[in-house]
């Protein structure tokens, strides 16, 4: 698997960086590894830079085009990991959920 450049700043918490995977990996299980390795990649920036709007992780993460962005973002919000803030898609951004960081404490305290 050939791995996307990130420009994501490695200020993840190292013990977290396995959680968030195992979160995607449980939550994702019929996707093929790549695709969850992008969802991870996509989320870790999320978390890394808060309530940025679809284009900047597209800059950022450099795992696909926007309609795959758009996909990933959607899968994303579907689970319950993420949600979008804002009045429109000019002014608002995405967020981590609540119900995604009870889930990351909970696979960390295993």
């Known amino acids: 698997m050939v791995r ?32 969850r390795y992008k969802l991870s990649i996509l ?16 800059k ?13 973002l959607d899968q994303l919000r579907e689970v319950g990991f993420i949600e979008f803030k804002g009045t429109a898609p000019q002014t608002g951004g995405y967020l981590i959920t609540e119900k995604f960081k009870l889930i990351i404490k909970k696979i960390s305290s295993l």
């Not at 989320?43 to 597209?58: M, Q, S, V």
């Open 60 to 72: 950022s993460t450099n795992i696909g085009s926007e309609s795959t962005i758009k996909r990933y």
């Open 43 to 58: 989320l870790k920036a999320i978390i890394n830079d808060e309530g940025r709007r679809k284009p900047d992780y597209l």
């Open 4 to 35: 996307s450049k990130l420009a994501i700043d490695p200020a993840i918490d190292p013990a977290i960086d396995p959680a968030i995977d195992d979160a995607i990996n449980g939550s994702f299980n019929e996707a093929t590894p790549e695709t």
